[in-house]
């Protein structure tokens, strides 16, 4: 059965706090098996036989039945996850001088016009760039020091997404045994 992970947004942020064990036991009322959390911060692992699309709404439909709060909701194969945790948009180099190197998963590929809204945001201090359905940030400063952020993304994009630090999603690729 195919393995998949969710990324969730507004989970354990701004005051709104899901015990990971609870919110297993949502995945789990969703019809999803094998299911794990991974980090207190929205990333949780299952076995489905559905498709990516149609999970992400059952997710995103029953959390905010369960919390009462819209929840968007970003599926992705451990296949995906692993070509995340891989890619590199950047010179390694410049990767390892950054303050920061973060991925946020967003619903579909940007359109041309996301895109260059998106490229309009490259400063000194922060390169963007989509690839699929994920926008990299490589951040030359501490991230706290930039005023760039994923509600400053999600802005320029017109749509939602949620942030990762590249740390956390090699580590649940490495968990899922895909890297």
Known sequence: ????????????????????????AHFESFGLEQVETFIASGNVIFQ???????????IADGLKARLGYD?????????????????????AAAIAAAGAFNVS???HTLTAAQQKALAARNSDIDALMAVGR???????????????????????IGTPGTLRGMNTVQRLAKKLGVL
């Open 105 to 107: 998963f967003v619903a």
């Open 48 to 58: 489905s036989r559905l498709a990516p699309v149609t999970l992400e709404g059952r």
């Open 1 to 24: 059965m195919p393995r998949y992970v969710a990324f969730l947004r507004a989970i354990n942020v701004g005051g709104r706090f899901v015990s990971m064990a609870d919110l297993a």
């Open 134 to 156: 994920e926008v990299y940030w490589l951040c030359a400063v501490k991230q706290s020091d930039s005023r760039f952020s994923n509600a400053v993304l999600e802005r320029t």
């Open 71 to 91: 929840v968007a909701t970003f599926v992705r194969s451990e296949a995906e996850v692993a070509a995340v945790a891989t890619c590199t948009p950047w010179p």
